[in-house]
């Protein structure tokens, strides 16, 4: 977003924290569609959970081609302009695409917290969904090369494959998108929070609910990265060379598929517990494989065992005769754990 050139010894600074961070993010990444897949049909069997999961495929999708497209253009800026401007069509465009989604993101979430008993059917979300989130950058990008490849001012030439500023300012075809995107973000994450707070005012809270402010505050952690708000201090980036606040730019926004991972996808109770169903199963499944490959000896033996114990439990459990109904319904409730 910087239209500025720094000095050569703080720009190295700069360049080792943003190839840590984006390789750190394309591990992240990968490690999130990794998990999406593995736990897909466990979490979205209501439409909210759906399009909330499409989203965050679709944002980590686009990051990590954005970021694989980032390091290309680094590659080679020396290379010509050809495969420069190809590098920077394509970081202009996923880029945008991370955005469009991430405001796809925010509004479903608005959407659930406004309007509680509407109801839109799938088809018609994952239409809009996709239009949005590829159609509007699709066109953006487009509409920069056309305007600014006549005058050859698309690309900044010898310095980095990204768009153009001191030309034709095609650099704003990224910049405006994007911080707008950002500040609605912003407002609707406010409009969410006050939601909360409303309804936290006027509910009776219980003793082990966690108190509101706590809530609120991992809510806004969460939804930071997945609305692109950290993408706010590159207003700063903008109209200051202080040496400080894109050292912060570079490092909150080089890191966000690490923090999309996180916060998005390891630290939702959802996620997790579909994990752990997962390879909870895929471990007895392996036992009982183990088991049954041992031959007919051990499995028969293990069917004894389960028989004995079903017995025993039972003859313990069953009550006396001359027992009252209140002593064998404890009896039964005590034992039907042991089953």
Not at 126 to 155: D, E, K, N, R, W
Request: charged share 10%; proline share 3%.
């Amino acid at each position: 977003m910087s239209p500025f050139t720094l000095d050569e010894n703080l720009a190295i600074v700069l360049d080792y924290i943003t190839y840590i961070g984006v390789a750190i993010s394309l591990g992240s990444l990968v490690l999130c569609l990794i998990i999406e897949m593995i736990i897909w049909k466990s979490v979205t069997r209501n439409d909210t959970s759906y399009m909330r999961h499409v989203s965050i495929v679709n944002i980590a999708v686009s990051l990590l081609i954005a970021n694989i497209c980032f390091i290309i253009g680094a590659a080679v800026v020396k290379k010509g302009v050809g495969p420069c401007s190809t590098a920077t069509f394509f970081m202009h465009f996923f880029y945008l695409a991370l955005f469009f989604w991430m405001f796809l993101s925010a509004l479903l979430l608005l959407y659930r917290t406004l309007m509680v008993f509407s109801r839109m059917s799938k088809g018609a979300m994952m239409a809009i969904a996709f239009t949005v989130g590829y159609g509007a950058p699709l066109i953006i990008a487009v509409i920069t090369v056309a305007c600014t490849a006549g005058s050859q001012g698309y690309i900044q030439k010898d310095y980095n494959c990204w768009l153009n500023w001191s030309k034709t300012k095609a650099l704003l075809a990224f910049v405006i998108p994007a911080l707008t995107i950002v500040a609605i973000n912003l407002l609707i994450l406010i409009v969410v929070l006050c939601k909360m707070l409303r309804r936290g005012v006027n509910a009776t809270t219980q003793q082990d609910e966690k108190h509101p402010l706590v809530v609120i505050a991992r809510c806004v952690a969460i939804l930071t990265p997945l609305f692109g708000l950290t993408w706010g201090f590159g207003i700063g980036t903008m109209v200051s060379p202080n040496f400080g606040i894109h050292v912060v730019f570079a490092f909150l926004n080089s890191l966000q598929g690490f923090f999309i991972l996180m916060f998005g996808t390891l630290l939702d109770s959802k996620v997790r517990e579909a994990l752990a169903r997962t390879f909870s199963l895929s471990n007895f499944s392996s036992i009982r494989t183990r088991s049954t490959s041992a031959g007919p000896s051990s499995s028969s033996g293990f069917l004894f065992f389960q028989r004995l114990r079903q017995r025993n439990v039972y003859n313990v459990s069953r009550p006396e005769m001359s027992s009252s109904n209140s002593d064998t319904a404890t009896e039964s409730y005590i034992a039907r754990p042991m089953l």
